[in-house]
């Protein structure tokens, strides 16, 4: 039985210069951090995983786990994993504790696939398609003079996208407006998203939603804070649109409480800050059962994407089978980030508004290490 024989951390960063930058209705910044959990077998095969957030808040939560992990069988996170819970269950889940045994349970996979010639889809659920659809995450809010919205519509209206998310939330008035310009500049045929990242209340949501509702939106994504449930289930019995939601939840205990209470209609996990692949299909299985869509968020580097595709590509299209209203949706950040776009040896493919599934065994991707030193911090 193949066991863990060396966990490492490496910590990345690519800083922009402060002049481009860009984010969303909370603020903005220049900052896109991360980082890679490297694992070898005793078998001397090598796993990688991503980890999201603040690398060196990352590193000394890794520094924790890594004594639970080493020597021990490369079959056996779910015990491990459980063990570090139960010994540190007054630090909770919405930490970088989570991201670190996010980027431990991909690697894991990852290894497990390499060692066996399989691909990561395979492993945790089969491959349902190679081929995914993507909606361009882009319209950010920016600093920078040559990077507006009307420069970012015009990089999507280049490519056949199958739908685009644009950032709002600056107040209801604002958001006609850039939502009309979207509209205007890529038609009406493009499935339209916008993202709020949290910064409304109820009645300012619905202020928005009602505002652009004749604009033909395809769901409006985190209109609440995270911790306002009861704010989203009544919001959701009023809004005139599908909400999403699940970027900044974590672990199937708080999706659970977003699913069972009926706040969305579309359920978002992010791999890296769930807790990785594992927690990933719990929560979509969770979703399915309960007649949702899901749609993973995906913000960070190249190995969080390579995760994704593999955990788009094993799910069934559940709560749909043949006839498919709307496709099964993986978001493609379309910002300045070096760590999706350089540290691949051959970077994921996108054609005709497609990700390709990464071929090859475990998740089929090969680090760039010149790249990786490039950007490492710690």
């Known amino acids: 039985m193949p066991s863990i024989a060396k966990l490492s951390f490496i910590g990345l960063e690519h800083v922009l210069p402060p002049q481009t930058a860009f984010g969303m209705a909370r603020g903005i910044g220049h900052r896109r951090p991360g980082g890679i959990v490297e694992i070898e077998t005793s078998e001397g095969v090598t796993g990688v995983g991503e980890v999201f957030g603040n690398p060196f808040v990352s590193r000394e939560y890794f520094r924790m786990v890594e004594p639970f992990f080493a020597g021990k069988s ?31 349970n991909v690697a894991l996979f990852d290894a497990i696939g390499r060692a066996t010639n399989t691909r990561v889809c395979d492993l945790i659920g089969g491959c349902r398609a190679t081929r995914l659809p993507v909606y361009a995450s882009t319209g950010f809010f920016s600093k920078d003079v040559d990077r507006q919205l009307e420069h970012m519509l015009a990089e999507v209206k280049a490519h056949p996208y199958v739908g685009i998310k644009i ?27 916008v993202d709020i990242n949290g910064n409304y209340t109820v009645d300012l949501a619905l202020e928005s939603m009602r505002a652009i509702e004749p604009y033909n939106i395809h769901w409006v994504e985190e209109p609440l804070p995270p911790s306002d449930l009861r704010g989203y289930a009544e919001l959701r019995a009023r809004a005139p649109m599908p909400i999403a ?134």
């Open 74 to 104: 490369v079959y056996d996170f779910d015990h491990i994993e459980a063990e570090i819970r139960n010994r540190a269950y007054h630090l909770g889940v919405q930490n970088q504790l989570t991201a670190c045994l996010a980027g431990i």
């Open 167 to 193: 950032k709002i939330g600056r107040g209801a008035k604002d958001d006609v407006l850039r939502v009309k310009q979207t509209r205007e500049a890529l038609g009406d045929d493009i499935l339209l998203i």
């Open 245 to 378: 939601a699940g970027e900044a939840h974590y672990a199937v205990r708080d999706f659970k409480q977003l699913i069972d209470g009926r706040c969305i209609d579309i359920v978002q996990p992010a791999i890296p800050t769930v807790g990785g692949l594992t927690e990933a299909k719990r929560i979509a299985f969770l979703a399915q059962s309960s007649n949702l869509r899901v749609s993973p968020h995906v913000w960070g580097g190249a190995l969080g994407l390579a995760a994704a595709c593999h955990f788009m590509a094993s799910l069934p299209t559940s709560p749909h089978t043949d006839n498919v209203p709307y496709p099964m949706l993986i978001e493609y950040d379309r910002s300045a980030n070096a760590l999706r776009t350089d540290l691949l040896a051959t970077p994921i493919k996108l054609d005709a508004g497609h990700l390709i599934l990464p071929d090859g065994p475990g998740l089929g991707v090969t680090l760039d290490r010149g790249q990786v030193e490039r950007y490492r911090v710690c």
